[in-house]
């Protein structure tokens, strides 16, 4: 496995294709929106909040269908950009023609069962982040839970993300995706094991870059908005616009080079030798070798 020329081509792929920013933007590996407004923390503690508390629950409810909202939207873009980039990577990786409207079609085909997949993937993991929970509630409990957590992440994120390319790839179903994604992680616990801490460091040594670049290039646009108004919610409004596209530039290219990695990754575990395929029709195209048993 040469995790170097798995790296590299992620990055070649990214950089080539800048449509795929767009999806990359939603994958959740990054979500660097502009929306610093300079806040004094003081403020949030010397402010009284005593006046505000009879309109509290008028207040409360808005807000929470607000946050309800925009959730559901970043969920609905989530599970369409997720196997758009997937199959973008695909496309672009193994033969055939990357074009952003049939990786957006791809993104919407997948919809549902990516949905599927993702919330079952929240259950899992919200059921045993209450296990571990209530292990580490003694001395000893507390001994066996972190190491427990520590390797149950490891499956957890292992096992999801090859079945998330199973799915797409293959075009499957979810239980013939996790079928693959379990056969593929217990034949290859090791090289998984390096994939999610080159993950990890890549993870660590970009964010810090990002934070880095963020400052840099959002000051400028923060402190020309600052000069026309004075509106925190003008300055948090404009401040998103108008640095859509460094947010697409910092955010989309690293949602995009994490996702095509641990896709390449995918590749190289099903098909060691890539081979070309074309099928005439544009279609997505799945691994020429033979899928591995379904156990």
């Known amino acids: 496995m040469n995790f170097g020329r798995i790296v590299n081509r992620s990055f070649d792929i990214s950089w080539r294709h800048k449509s795929l920013w767009i999806f990359g933007l939603f994958t959740g590996y990054s979500s660097d929106f502009n929306v610093n407004l300079d806040l004094d923390p003081n403020q949030f503690l010397d402010y009284d909040l005593s006046p505000h508390f009879d309109n509290l629950s ?13 959730a559901l939207v970043f969920l609905v873009l989530h599970c369409i950009a997720v196997p758009a980039v ?3 990577v695909n496309r672009a990786a193994r033969g055939g023609v990357y074009r952003f409207d049939l990786s957006f079609s791809r993104g919407i085909d997948f919809f549902l069962r990516y949905l599927g997949l993702f919330l079952l993937g929240m259950v899992v993991a919200i059921g045993s982040t209450v296990v571990l929970t209530l292990i580490a509630l003694t ?3 507390l001994i066996i839970a972190i190491p427990a957590a520590l390797f149950g992440f490891f499956v957890f994120v292992s096992i999801f993300a090859l079945t998330e390319r199973a799915l797409v790839v293959r075009d499957c179903s979810i239980g013939d995706a996790l079928s693959e994604g379990y056969y593929l992680f217990r034949r290859n616990m090791s090289d998984c094991l390096i994939m999610l801490l080159i993950l990890i460091g890549l993870g660590i040594a970009i964010g810090i870059a990002l934070i880095i670049a963020g400052l840099i290039a959002y000051w400028p646009i923060n402190s020309f908005i600052s000069a026309f108004t004075e509106s925190k919610l003008a300055i948090l409004v404009l401040g998103i616009i108008l640095g859509l596209p460094v947010t697409i530039f910092l955010s989309g290219f690293t949602g995009t080079f994490f996702t095509a990695l641990y896709t390449l990754f995918y590749f190289e575990l099903v098909e060691p030798t890539p081979v070309p395929v074309t099928t005439g029709t544009g279609g997505t195209l799945g691994p020429e070798s033979t899928p591995p048993p379904l156990l």
């Open 58 to 70: 008028e207040m409360l409810g808005p807000f929470l269908v607000a946050v309800s909202i925009l």
């Open 86 to 88: 997937i199959d973008g």
């Open 139 to 141: 001395i000893v409990g």
